[in-house]
């Protein structure tokens, strides 16, 4: 196994986390949007069917090809029927990605969206109406994908193994993110409570001659 990138004492026990290499995309998780990209170089987001982004937002509206609208327009159109947020990719030295853009204009650019359909907000939150705030909350959650997916692309992917007595008592990989902030909090929590060990009838005897 390569060496760790931060190791520690923690509770009796010995943390250690490793990047992980091999974990699978968070876009293979149970996601609340969906994420349409197009590259000439990399297969980004979701699998989909859509040769670019007119078609896609033509479906997504309902509008058909023969009715001569701006990409704007159908935006527009699509904001009606689903939350639609616009996705950029920052490539040099690595992919970054984001929902409001880079300050690079020659090597960054919008590759995409991400969306859920109004009717599939109802249904995951048992609503009627999506109200302004729910809009809100579902916005939140699909920028919070892209914040995955970008630490993913940058390999910000990490595993901890728990040891004591130089031996593995517990194991997780695939956390997601800063391994300060996200993989060594989780590793301490997985942490057993630190119970002194126990007297015996000899250590006592020896303790009370």
Same mark, same amino acid.
């Given at each position: 196994m390569h060496d760790?990138?931060?190791q520690e004492a923690y509770q009796g026990h010995?943390?250690?986390i490793?990047? /992980?290499p091999d974990t699978e995309s968070p876009r293979e998780w149970s996601n609340l949007g969906t994420l349409i990209c197009w590259h000439r170089r990399y297969r980004l987001g979701d699998s989909h069917q859509f040769d670019n982004p007119?078609?896609?937002?033509?479906d997504l509206s309902g509008v058909s090809a023969l009715r001569e609208l701006s990409i704007e327009q159908l935006r527009d159109r699509a904001a009606r029927k689903a939350i639609l947020l616009p996705v950029f990719l920052y490539d040099h030295s690595?992919?970054?990605m984001n929902t409001i853009g880079f300050h690079c204009p020659w090597d960054s650019g919008q590759v995409g969206f991400i969306y859920v359909t109004l009717a599939a907000v109802r249904t995951e939150f048992g609503v009627e109406r999506v109200t302004k705030a729910l809009r809100e909350k579902a916005e939140d959650i699909l920028r919070g994908?892209?914040?995955s997916y970008d630490a993913y692309l940058d390999g910000r992917v990490y595993g901890y193994v728990i040891e004591q007595d130089g031996e593995?008592? /517990?194991a997780c990989w695939g956390v997601v993110g800063d391994y300060v902030t996200d993989c060594l909090p989780e590793a301490r929590r997985a942490v057993p409570d630190h119970e002194p060990k126990q007297s015996t009838y000899s250590d006592m005897a020896q303790a009370h001659p």
């Open positions: 760790p990138v931060h010995t943390i250690k490793y990047h /992980d007119e078609a896609f937002l033509r690595g992919l970054a994908e892209i914040v593995e008592v /517990d």
